[in-house]
């Protein structure tokens, strides 16, 4: 397939837009498609994760606005205002100051606030093993705490099986 704009190079960069539920794509070269980004031929400028981030925080959630006023990371001296307009820390020390406004972010993007990755079907085999010890016990926890006590130590052997496949460095 050829750029559609000069129909001399192939085309590498391959650009699709769904506006009012109408999908319309466009095939062009390298060279033809950084032009584009360029000159910005009708295509929406370039979204990146800072203006992603900088746009939710500034959006409004749950009925009250991200406070752009606040606290200002000690070390570097990014405040909440400029975190809010560029969606980006100053250090690694800005994650505490701001983890009260980040924390319902990430939960609302991941689903969660902890990275729990993901385990390939046919490797990782150990961190599979870790993972099903964690689930393990977070279930072993719930059965006691709802008194299920023949569930929790069928729990309690099962998680007992796999830390010993996972000390053995096995699949289990």
Known sequence: MFCEKCNQRPATVHIAEIINGQKQETHLCEICAKEIKIHGFGFFPQMNL???????LNGDFNGSSYNTEGKVCEKCGVSEGQFANKGLLGCGEC???FEEK??????????NTRHVGKIPERKGGRARLVKEIEIAKRQLKEAVGHEE???AAKLRDNIRQLEKNLEEGGEG
């Open 102 to 111: 980040m924390l319902p972010l990430l939960r609302r993007i991941h689903g």
């Open 95 to 97: 994650y505490p100051y």
């Open 149 to 151: 006590f023949e569930l």
């Open 50 to 56: 800072n203006k992603f981030m900088a746009g939710l």
